[in-house]
């Protein structure tokens, strides 16, 4: 994903900035997807790896990248306090 869709992105729940998970984070969330204990919002586990996420400003939630391809919706976001388990 390029940076200009990136300035046109923005987290759909408050509309705020996003930026590109730096890889050892989104190494933790393939990391908690493998022992299958990353969940999105909604409960759903996660089951297969992703590529790349974007944080929400305020560090929250992630939004998986899935074959270059942003999943925006508000329930597939990941809330990130989980990667503290």
């Excluded at 940076?3 to 987290?11: A, H, R, S």
């Amino acid at each position: 994903m390029n940076q200009d869709l990136l300035d046109l992105l923005v987290c759909p729940e408050d509309h705020s900035r996003l930026h590109f998970a730096d890889p050892p984070i989104v190494h933790k969330l393939n990391a908690a997807i493998a022992a299958g204990k990353l969940k999105n919002r909604v409960g759903a586990a996660l089951s297969s790896p992703i590529e790349a996420a974007l944080v929400r400003v305020d560090g929250k939630l992630a939004y998986p990248v899935i074959a270059d391809i942003p999943h925006m919706l508000i329930d597939e976001a990941i809330p990130l306090d989980q990667l503290s388990l």
